[in-house]
C-alpha cells in the first residue's frame, strides 16, 4: 500500500498548461464576453486545438487518451480564472460526448466523437424540462416509434441546456419516454439529434445571472423525426445511463467548484496587499488574514475530495457516494468564498469589472446544476444505508 499526494510528471504538465491558458489567453477576454453575454468561440476554437474536449478519451476516437483526473485538472485551472470556459468544457465532455463514448455503438462513437474530441463540434445533453428536474424520471417527452419508416418522432420540450445552441454544436442527446413497463412505468431512453433536424427547434439564450459567456437555451421537439440508429444504448436504459452520467460530471463539477474557490483565494490575495484603509493594506489585518486563511482550507478540502471521488473513478471502484460528497462540498464552499472574497473587496467587489463579481455571480448555479445540494444529500444518506 502507497499513498502519495503528489500528481504525476503528465498530469502536472497538463495542470500547468491549463494553468499558463487560463492566466494568459482567457483571463484578459473574458470579461468582454461575458459583460455582452457572448459565446467565446476564439478561446473555445484554442481550447479544441488544446485537446482538453478529448482529454478523458481513447486516441482511437481522436482524444488524448487521458483520464477523469486529467479532466478535472483542466476544469480547476480553467474555473480559477472563469467559470464560462469551464462549464462550457465540462458540459462539452460530460454531458455531450461522454454518453456517446460510454453508451454508444462503434459506429456512432466513429461518428460523433472525433469532432466533439476536437472541439470543432459540441454536444449537449437534455435531460431537465420545465417540469421536471431533479425527479427526472418524471420525464414527459415522448418519443414513439413509426413502425413504417423505423423513425423515433420526438415530442416534448427540454430546458436549461447547455452549449445547445452554439454555432458549432453538432448534437444533443435527449431523455424521452419510449414505452411502458407491463406495471405501467415508463421506459426511458436517450436518443441521439442532430442539431438542425427538421423540428427540433433552439429558443434564444436564457438571460442568466451568471456563466454568462456559456451558451444555454431551451430546446423543443415537435414530430421531430431521427433515423432507428440514433438509439443510444439499449431501449429503455435511458434512466440508468444518465444517472451514471451525472455521476462522473459530478466529479466534473466539484473540480470546476474547486477551482473558483481558489480563484477567490487569488484574487483576494492580491487584493488585500493592494487596498489600504487606516494607514495600511487591509491585508495587515487579522479580520482578513484568518478570512482568506479559512478560504484556503475550504478550497483545499474541495481539491482532496474531487481528487479521491476521480482517484476511484479511473481504478474502476465504486465513487458514487464521494461523487455526491465532492459536488456538496465543493459547491457550497465555493458559494462561501465567492461571498468572503467579494466582502474583502468591498465596493469594488460589487462591480462586474472585477473578476470576484463574476465569481459571485458564478457560484450560485454549483448547488444547482447537475444535482442540487438537497439531491446531493438524499445520495448521500441513500449510500449510508438509510431509507429512501
Ligand atoms: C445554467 C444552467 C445550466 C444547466 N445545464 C443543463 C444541461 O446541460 N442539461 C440538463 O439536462 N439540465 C441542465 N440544467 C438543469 C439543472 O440540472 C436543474 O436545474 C437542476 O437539476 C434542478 O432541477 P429544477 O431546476 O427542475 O429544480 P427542482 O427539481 O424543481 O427543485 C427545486 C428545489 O426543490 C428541491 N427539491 C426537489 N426535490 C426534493 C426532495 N425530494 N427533497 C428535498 N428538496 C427537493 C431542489 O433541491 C431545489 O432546491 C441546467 C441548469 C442551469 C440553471
Redesign the pocket.
Known amino acids: 500500500m502507497s499513498i502519495d499526494h503528489r500528481l504525476s510528471g503528465e498530469h502536472e504538465e497538463l495542470r500547468a498548461t491549463v494553468a499558463e491558458f487560463a492566466r494568459d489567453v482567457v483571463a484578459p477576454k473574458i470579461g468582454q464576453f461575458y459583460e455582452q453575454e457572448e459565446f467565446p468561440y476564439e478561446i473555445v476554437r484554442e481550447m479544441g486545438r488544446m485537446g482538453l474536449f478529448g482529454l478523458p478519451f481513447p486516441e482511437e476516437y481522436g482524444g488524448m487518451g487521458g483520464d477523469y483526473l486529467a479532466l478535472g485538472l483542466a476544469l480547476e485551472e480553467l474555473a480559477r480564472v472563469d467559470s464560462s470556459v469551464a462549464?462550457t468544457l465540462e458540459?462539452g465532455v460530460s454531458?455531450g460526448a461522454m454518453p456517446v463514448f460510454r453508451f454508444g455503438t462503434e459506429e456512432q462513437k466513429r461518428t460523433w466523437l472525433p469532432k466533439l474530441c476536437s472541439g470543432e463540434m459540441l454536444g449537449?445533453?437534455?435531460?431537465?424540462e420545465p417540469d421536471?428536474?431533479?425527479?427526472?424520471g418524471g420525464t414527459r417527452t415522448t418519443a414513439r416509434r413509426d413502425e413504417a419508416t423505423g423513425e423515433w418522432v420526438i415530442n416534448g420540450t427540454?430546458?436549461?441546456?447547455?452549449?445547445?445552441g452554439t454555432d458549432i454544436t453538432g448534437l444533443v442527446t435527449v431523455t424521452a419516454v419510449t414505452g411502458r413497463s407491463p406495471e405501467g412505468r415508463p421506459r426511458i431512453s436517450s436518443i441521439i439529434v442532430p442539431s438542425g433536424t427538421p423540428g427540433f427547434t433552439v429558443s434564444k439564450k436564457?438571460s442568466?445571472v451568471g456563466?454568462n459567456a456559456?451558451d444555454?437555451r431551451e430546446l423543443s421537439f415537435i414530430d421531430c423525426r431521427v433515423p432507428a440508429e440514433n438509439l443510444l444504448g439499449e431501449e429503455g436504459r435511458g434512466y440508468a445511463q444518465f444517472l451514471r452520467i451525472l455521476d462522473e460530471g459530478r466529479i466534473a463539477i466539484s473540480a470546476l467548484a474547486t477551482g473558483l474557490a481558489q480563484g477567490c483565494v487569488d484574487e483576494s490575495l492580491r487584493y488585500a496587499k493592494e487596498r489600504e484603509a487606516f494607514g495600511r493594506s487591509i491585508g495587515a489585518n487579522q479580520a482578513i488574514q484568518f478570512k482568506i486563511a479559512d478560504m484556503e482550507m475550504r478550497a483545499h478540502t474541495a481539491r482532496l475530495a474531487w481528487r479521491d471521488a476521480a482517484s476511484r473513478l479511473v481504478h474502476g471502484e465504486p465513487f458514487k457516494k464521494e461523487a455526491a460528497l465532492a459536488k456538496l462540498y465543493s459547491s457550497e464552499i465555493a458559494v462561501t468564498n465567492a461571498r468572503e472574497a467579494t466582502q474583502i473587496h468591498g465596493g469594488y467587489g460589487f462591480m462586474n469589472e472585477y473578476p470576484v463579481a463574476r465569481m459571485w455571480r458564478d457560484s450560485k448555479?454549483l448547488e444547482?446544476?447537475?444535482?442540487?445540494?438537497?439531491?446531493q444529500r438524499?445520495l448521500i444518506a441513500r449510500e449510508l444505508g438509510m431509507e429512501a
Open positions: 462549464i458540459a454531458l449537449a445533453f437534455g435531460l431537465t421536471c428536474g431533479s425527479d427526472a427540454k430546458c436549461f441546456i447547455t452549449n445547445s436564457y442568466k456563466w456559456s444555454t448555479i444547482i446544476g447537475e444535482g442540487t445540494s438537497e439531491v438524499m
